[in-house]
């Protein structure tokens, strides 16, 4: 079985050399564990804050060791109670195309209704990322104006169809013209193209003169002072994510119209999605409800083979993905 090691901790954009793959032995299952074959892998912007050796609110990777992240696999062996060949499995074992561990390092999915790999994706984290934002930290209300940046990846395309479904009127910014049909086949109320213009101030003005009460913050930079200019007085914004930063290899300057934050009162709250996992019961029943609706068409971007993975992973920084980028194994 092969997988994917990181060789060094880098500072820039991640390359080819940075990884290696690797062909391992995969050993039958001891008393207490499950042999899982995966059958898609994650690839996600925050593991580019793990390749740079340097510890945030999570460990850095290890050297020389499988890449972690989140992958939905099928048990085909099995000496765990509780898991039988045939089931489908969670794991954060990362990018390999089987696994022998503990039955207790994976975390049993029920696939009668959504395929395996939304599990990563719209009914996973990615999913719960999107409604803890609008939900609890921009706290959006039915007949508000939200700002959705990378509108069209995964976290994005999932938040613009809840705030849809809460009855709320979607701003929604991507990168071409492609990606912009896209956010209307979704329900967003206006789709701007950030690379089409260099005012995104004027061009979020001009589709919602009146401004937002709502901020959800994917990218950081230019987008995050658009965002200060165009919030409304008492507007709220979620800092989740500034994927603009991850490969900048010195810190860049800030913007210089923080002021706003006082005059307009703004309320701005980062926020790590597995801080807020007691919110999961209601996001499952509300997303079981709106799709039940008919209202969350998922999306998907996939590249075949564990050997595609870092590649899969760069282009999340290119915007080669709509909706949530996988890899198949
Ligand atoms: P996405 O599927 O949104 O992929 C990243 C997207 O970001 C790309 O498709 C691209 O779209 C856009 N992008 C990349 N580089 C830039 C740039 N320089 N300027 C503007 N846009 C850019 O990834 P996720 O949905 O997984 O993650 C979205 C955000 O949410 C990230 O910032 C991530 O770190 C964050 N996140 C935070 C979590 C938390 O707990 N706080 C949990 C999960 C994700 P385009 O073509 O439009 O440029």
Redesign the pocket.
């Known amino acids: 079985s092969r997988e994917i090691h990181l060789n060094a901790y880098l500072k820039g954009a991640p390359k080819k050399e940075n990884y290696s793959v690797v062909e391992t032995e995969l050993p039958a299952p001891a008393e207490g564990q499950v042999t899982v074959r995966n059958l898609y892998i994650s690839v ?3 593991m580019r804050g793990r390749m740079s050796g340097i510890k945030t609110y999570i460990d850095p990777f290890k050297l020389g060791a499988v890449m972690e992240g989140g992958a939905v696999g099928e048990v085909v062996e099995s000496r765990f109670e509780g898991l039988k060949p045939g089931d489908h499995v969670m794991s954060m074992l990362g990018w390999r195309e089987a696994y022998t561990a503990s039955g207790k390092a994976v975390q049993k999915i029920d696939t009668s209704l959504l395929p395996p790999q939304a599990f990563l994706g719209i009914a996973g ?2 999913g719960l ?1 999107a409604y803890v934002g609008i939900r609890r930290i921009i706290d959006l209300q039915a007949g508000e104006t939200m700002w959705m940046s ?1 509108g ?5 395309s999932a938040g613009i169809q809840f705030a849809k479904a809460m009855g709320a009127n979607v701003v929604a910014t ?3 013209q492609e ?1 912009c049909d896209y956010l209307k086949t979704i329900g967003a109320d206006h789709a701007i193209d ?1 690379k089409a213009t260099d005012d995104l101030t004027a061009a979020i003005r001009a589709a919602v003169p009146e401004g937002v009460d709502g901020y959800f913050e ?2 950081g930079g230019t ?1 995050f002072t658009a965002a200060l200019n165009t919030l409304k007085q008492f507007g709220r914004m979620a800092a ?5 930063r991850y490969n900048d290899a010195e810190p860049a300057s800030i913007t210089d119209n923080l002021t706003f934050i006082v005059g307009k009162s703004l309320k701005i709250q980062g ?4 801080n807020h996992l007691d919110i999961q019961p209601e996001f499952i029943k509300d997303l079981s409800n709106w799709m039940m609706a008919g209202k969350i068409t998922p999306a998907e971007t996939i590249m075949d083979g564990i050997e595609k993975a870092p590649e899969a992973f760069t282009g ?2 290119a ?1 080669l ?1 709509k909706g ?2 996988l890899v198949k194994i």
């Open positions: 996600d912007p925050y984290l990615t990322t990378a069209a990846g995964a976290v994005g991507a990168g071409g990606k950030y994917n990218v987008h989740c994510g500034m994927i603009q926020f790590i999605v597995s999340l920084f915007g993905n949530k980028m």
